[in-house]
């Protein structure tokens, strides 16, 4: 078993630009390490700026949040925009909470998450 030199799979620095099963973070680092899909990222950003609502599907794996943290999410901060940071809008009620006095279980639960800053 051959194995690459170890100049081909790090950066200068000693940066792996593969970061394995998870994904990229919305931070300096990771964002120069994020390669090869500048004009999706473009393309995206535009769209956000352009249309009222966006909806950006892929298969699990294709690398959606990825785009999302290296190139949107910063693409939206140069353009002034503030990113709240990620929501579940899950069906399931927190214990203690009746179903009866919540109009809309999945924007209280979009609303308890930004409010408890979970990102």
Not at 46 to 65: C, I
Not at 100 to 115: G, K, M, P, S, W
Request: zero cysteines; proline letters at 6%.
């Amino acid at each position: 078993m051959t194995h690459a030199p170890d100049d081909q799979s790090t950066l200068p620095g000693g940066d792996n630009p593969y970061v394995g099963p998870r994904n990229f973070e919305d931070n300096e680092r990771e964002r120069r390490l994020f390669f090869g899909r500048d004009r999706e990222g473009a393309d995206l950003l535009s769209l956000v700026l352009a249309e009222r609502l966006v909806l950006f599907y892929a298969p699990s794996g294709a690398g959606k949040s990825s785009l999302l943290n290296a190139r949107l999410f910063p693409g939206l901060r140069d353009e002034g925009f503030t990113i709240l940071g990620r929501a579940r809008a899950g069906g399931q009620l927190p214990d203690g909470i009746a179903l009866e006095t919540v109009a809309n279980v999945y924007a209280f639960n979009v609303l308890r998450d930004i409010d408890r800053g979970q990102t």
